[in-house]
């Protein structure tokens, strides 16, 4: 367990030491990566129970917008839009989580229902294209360095808002994964018939995964697209995304706390790399590795990278402990 | 009536066609390996290319390129179900769902590298159709009339023949089939190219009214998810039902209000429905 500390101590230092040795190409990286990140993160809420939803650009396109449209029509401060963000993020989860779980519609058929709202999120905020600009996009108002817009000039400022968020969220997933509630999901995630009969109520268990994990990515989303400073159907909301959420986080390894940031950064390295080393004219390439890389994990190593890092660390101590018996 | 309505109207009925053709493949996979292939728009989506460049650059006949391009397109099927389903086939079906999702970006990504990001016409301009008031597109009725040749076609090799026969049975029950000496792997890969092949014939009759573009497969290819499950799972009756159902949705309010609005409809439709009757529309 003292190894454990150190090693957090180590990692905070480095957080907090990191944009001042970075130069400010990798920070804006690094912030992206740490948004990106809490997103998959919150998607793996539900995703390491066997709840699989490709549609969680729903949830970044309703905290995103909402917070955008609340700040650009009447003025109001993104400390309240974010949270009426996530308020709406939460119904929806609500609206679409309650009649699901109830009649237990659960593997790729929950998926599809996930997919559809992600394409009803997507289409109306295309729709609603006089106040959003539709497909082609929105821009927050800026206002230069405003703690009260939670606009920065400066990365390094908002790299802090990253860190700490992130931070909160992995705290919300620690939490999540306490003692009984999570024995109950993942009991669920196994059989859910027979953890009904253990006296689990699934449906409420259900419920919370999925509220919690909208709510973070509505909050993830609005953050995001306040530090992009941009705001397209096509990158907070739609297919492409919620694939990329889903694609993130098992590369990276949903069941470990880091895995969704370590898919995060694997894939925005991927991009930025392919970018820096052929330029615009390999236009996707990434996406090609991408695509091969999700179907080669998903067949040889389903629990993504950090899983395997977290079988050799576990499989390490044994030899040692076996002399001392 | 309203003319233009009318004609929304049968716009709906055409594009139901459509709708359902592309439904037919993806309906039979679904129904019988029990696996979505997300990627299914995308196998569309390579097949129009493949037209196009054997027809628009290569110059060979429209028709033989089509048949090209099912082949081409049914043999992806066979090898995507031998190398990428086959061995998750026995891990849980979300699985095999995200790998496909995996193939999805590998297409579009695929087709944007060699391609680029420019909407191709395959040039060939079939005449419209004036019947009284209404203009009727020659390429919607034909995707109409193969539509229903094709699910008519697909019924009757599945209900008269013993193949068939057979990939209804392990349908119904996976693990007693093999006990009565039928092969499911052999089964599987001939029902991922049909599936394929069909995605093949959808291919050669959309070239005709769209553009190819890398990212066609994303305008349609979730509406026929849903197609699917509204029909219940492999129930080909039901896929061509729910597709026109759908169809007139989208037409009918996309007449009244915007393009956006009606698919709106139609995904809300579907997430209602499935609620209420998860079985599908037909279901049993």
């Not at chain 1, 003025?75 to 308020?87: E, F």
């Not at chain 1, 559809?116 to 206002?143: C, E, K, N």
């Not at chain 1, 003692?179 to 409420?204: F, K, P, Q, S, W």
Request: aromatic share 10%.
């Amino acid at each position: 367990m003292i190894d454990a500390r150190i090693a957090a101590g180590i990692g905070l230092a480095a957080l907090i030491a990191l944009p001042f040795l970075l130069p400010t190409y990798f920070l804006h990286i690094v912030i992206q990566a740490l948004l990106l990140g809490l997103i998959n993160t919150a998607w793996s809420f539900m995703g390491r129970f066997g709840l699989v939803s490709i549609g969680h650009g729903a949830f970044m396109g309703v905290g995103a917008y909402t917070s955008a449209l609340l700040w650009n029509l009447y003025g109001v401060t993104p400390w309240l839009g974010i949270p009426a963000g996530m308020v709406l993020a939460v119904l929806l989860a609500l609206v679409i989580g309650y009649p699901c779980f109830h009649l237990k519609i659960v593997g790729h058929y929950f998926a599809l229902v996930t997919l559809a709202l992600g394409q009803v999120v997507a289409l109306l905020i295309i729709a609603a294209r006089d106040i959003t600009g539709g497909s082609l996009g929105m821009t927050p108002r800026a206002v230069g360095t405003s703690v009260l817009a939670l606009q920065f000039q400066d990365r390094t400022q908002f790299y802090f808002v990253a860190v700490l968020l992130w931070l909160v969220v992995l705290g919300i997933r620690a939490w999540m994964s306490r003692g009984m509630r999570r024995a109950a999901l993942e009991a669920i995630g196994e059989d859910e018939t027979a953890a009904e009969a253990a006296g689990i109520n699934v449906l409420r268990e259900k419920l919370w995964v999925f509220v919690m994990s909208a709510a973070v990515t509505a909050a993830g989303g609005s953050v995001f697209a306040q530090y992009i400073m941009y705001l397209n159907p096509e990158t907070v909301s739609g297919v492409g995304v919620s694939l990329q959420i889903v694609f993130a986080a098992i590369a990276g390894g949903m069941y470990s706390a880091l895995g969704p940031t370590v898919g995060a950064l694997l894939t925005l390295s991927l991009t930025e790399g392919l970018r820096v080393l052929f330029g615009t004219m390999l236009i996707g390439a990434a996406n090609t590795i991408y695509g091969i890389l999700l179907i080669l994990f998903i067949i040889f190593m389903p629990r993504g990278i950090l899983g395997v890092v977290d079988g050799w660390l576990r499989r390490r101590p044994q030899p040692q402990a076996a002399p001392a018996e | 009536m309203d003319i233009y309505l009318l004609e929304a109207v049968m716009n709906g009925i055409m594009l139901g066609g459509l709708l359902a053709l592309l439904a037919l493949g993806l309906n039979l996979i679904f129904g019988v390996i029990d696996v979505v292939w997300i990627c299914y728009a995308e196998l569309v989506m390579g097949g129009m290319y493949a037209i196009y460049w054997l027809h628009a650059v290569y110059a060979w006949p429209f028709l033989l390129a089509c048949v090209a391009a099912i082949a081409l397109v049914a043999l992806f099927g066979l090898l995507m179900h031998r190398l990428i389903i086959e061995p998750i086939l026995g891990s849980a079906p979300i699985n095999q769902l995200l790998a496909t999702g995996g193939m999805l970006f590998f297409l579009q990504s695929v087709a944007t590298l060699l391609f680029g990001t420019d909407f191709r016409n395959v040039g060939i301009r079939l005449p419209i159709i004036e019947l009284g008031d209404i203009d009727l597109s020659f390429a919607r009725l034909l995707a109409f009339i193969a539509a229903i040749v094709g699910a008519a076609g697909l019924y009757l090799f599945l209900a008269k023949t013993y193949l068939g026969t057979a990939i209804r049975a392990i349908a119904q029950d996976r693990e007693i089939m093999g006990l009565m000496g039928v092969d499911p792997r052999r089964i599987y890969l001939i029902t991922s190219t049909i599936g394929g092949g069909l995605a093949g014939l959808a291919a050669c009759l959309l070239v005709l009214q769209y553009d190819v573009h890398p990212f066609i497969g994303l305008t349609f290819g979730p509406i026929t998810f849903m197609i699917c499950v509204l029909g219940g799972l492999g129930n080909m009756f039901g896929g061509v039902i729910a597709a026109f159902i759908m169809s007139q949705i989208i037409a009918i309010v996309g007449y009244y209000f915007s393009v956006e609005i009606s698919y709106v409809l139609a995904f809300v439709l579907f997430i209602v429905l499935i609620v209420i009757r998860p079985q599908g529309i037909l279901g049993r």
